[in-house]
């Protein structure tokens, strides 16, 4: 239990679209939410991983704790709630995605610090939050809280998986965002987020004034062109893969979930020990996750490789 990873957040279903000549005919359900896709991932990389949320006792909570169960995630610090599951509808429209979302007063809304089990706090040495469980509800509450007990206890990974749409206050959602900077080990977000977040300065700019906020490590990933990352005077390049692109859905989550895994194999789930992790050993972590983000994204929608896929593309 010593290197359990606890990923935290939203639980909810995805409907993709069904497609007959160019028109969105029907949906097809898919257990999703960023931290459960992180939890996912984790868990087919070899590393022990628990899953922190609420979840509806409906057919869709059934499913989503029955799917999490079946993928090894620990499901102990996931509460049942009689309200109703978080649905997420993606239709194409004029070649576009389309989104509707149902999630007001869902159970995964409605976590509160007061429902967080101790063993949590106890059993957890690394702890992944972000996504729009910052965004809804009584959960962001729960989050920050989680957040502040397990500062310095913990490695914290933050990734905002920002959803613009969702935002109803950006200065304030802005703010929570600096807020978190300053209380976590490893700050991610990809090069899109970044530009909604800090629309007047470049890429390397906004990285390097996140890091200046306190995180050891803030990782921005650019998608096809690899990404970068930095670590105190380090900036380090993060590599790229050639593959036969299906979708990105999920790849944000699957890199994640690679550094995770990467760091756990390295016995570096705490701040120190990731800032006395040497550079190659560092560097080798990024890109496992840049490989593992790479292979998901050969297959339609979030689905996660396994540690001998990673390897496999790895050693090629």
């Known amino acids: ?14 409907f993709l679209p069904i497609e007959e ?19 996912v991932g984790v868990a087919r ?9 609420k979840v509806a006792h ?9 799917y999490a169960e079946s993928q090894q995630i620990d499901t102990r610090f996931l509460i049942d709630s009689d309200a109703l599951t978080t649905l997420a509808f993606v239709a194409v429209e004029d070649n576009e995605p389309a ?8 159970a995964d809304t409605l976590l509160t610090p007061e429902e967080l089990p101790s063993a ?27 957040v502040e007990r397990l500062r310095g206890k913990a490695l914290i990974q933050f990734d905002p998986n920002i959803r613009p749409g969702l935002v109803r206050d950006p200065a304030a959602y802005r703010a929570l965002i600096d807020r978190l900077a300053g209380m976590v080990d490893i700050f991610k977000i990809s090069a899109a987020d970044l530009s909604w977040l800090m629309p007047e300065i470049s890429v390397e700019a906004a990285a390097h004034r996140i890091h200046g906020l306190g995180p050891a490590l803030v990782i921005v990933t650019q998608g096809g062109r690899g990404g970068l990352a930095l670590r105190g005077a380090e900036a380090i390049t993060i590599p790229a893969f050639n593959i036969i692109l299906a979708d990105t859905v999920g790849a944000g989550d699957t890199f994640n979930a690679g550094v995770l895994a990467g760091l756990a194999e390295r016995d570096a789930l705490s701040r120190a020990a990731l800032l006395q992790l040497e550079t190659d050993a560092l560097a080798a972590t990024l890109r496992l996750a840049s490989a593992a983000a790479a292979l998901n994204c ?14 496999a593309l790895l050693t090629r």
Not at 1 to 14: A, K, Y
């Open 99 to 106: 989104f509707s979302f149902y999630g007001e007063g869902a």
């Open 21 to 39: 000549h160019g028109q969105t005919t029907g949906f097809r359900m898919f257990p999703g939410g960023s931290p459960l896709n992180v939890a």
């Open 120 to 146: 949590m706090f106890d059993h957890t040495r690394a702890l992944h939050v972000g996504s729009i469980s910052l965004l809804r509800g009584k959960t962001p509450t729960a989050v920050i809280s989680a």
């Open 298 to 311: 050969t297959r339609p929608g979030c689905d996660p490789p396994t540690r001998s896929e990673v390897q």
């Open 58 to 66: 409906d057919f869709f909570g059934r499913f989503l704790r029955h």
């Open 1 to 14: 239990m010593s290197h359990l990873i606890t990923s935290m957040g939203e639980i909810l279903i995805d």
């Open 45 to 53: 990389l070899g590393q022990p991983v628990a899953f922190a949320g």
